[in-house]
């Protein structure tokens, strides 16, 4: 059974930084796309960020582009994602989640129901 786990969630203050890691096990087949998505109380689920399995292209919301880096390590399973300049509109659940899906149409990894696999969160506080 696939396993995603997340750590290094906290409280930070505004402006500083995080690295969340997303550490995925027991994939039969490489994943088509992992990413990170974030939920506040009473809202949806929201696309933060994601990498192509093949190739690691990496997209981004428009709400984090350029302060939020998506990588992973050498051996594919593990993800990271790197959060600079926070703010308290930041402030959520992340869960990352992979996929086997591939879409042609790369905008359709933003959606939560393109994905199978997800962990159990982690929480991210920004507040002074």
């Known amino acids: 059974q696939v396993q995603l786990v997340e750590s290094g969630g906290g409280l930070v203050q505004p402006g500083g930084s995080l690295r969340l890691s997303c550490a995925a096990s027991?994939?039969?087949?490489?994943?088509?796309?992992i990413g990170w998505f974030r939920q506040a109380p009473g809202k949806e689920r929201e696309g933060v960020s994601f990498?192509?399995?093949?190739?690691?292209?990496?997209y981004y919301a428009d709400s984090v582009r350029g302060r939020f880096t998506i990588s992973r390590g050498n051996a594919k399973n593990t993800v990271y994602l790197q959060m600079n300049s926070l703010q308290p509109g930041d402030t959520d659940v992340y869960y990352c989640?992979?996929?086997?899906?591939?879409?042609?149409?790369?905008?359709?990894?933003?959606?939560?129901?393109?994905?199978?696999?997800w962990g159990q969160g982690t929480q991210v506080t920004v507040s002074s």
């Open positions: 027991r994939f039969t087949l490489d994943y088509n796309a």
């Open positions: 990498m192509q399995g093949r190739g690691g292209t990496t």
């Open positions: 989640a992979a996929t086997l899906r591939y879409y042609t149409s790369t905008h359709n990894y933003f959606s939560r129901g393109a994905y199978d696999y």
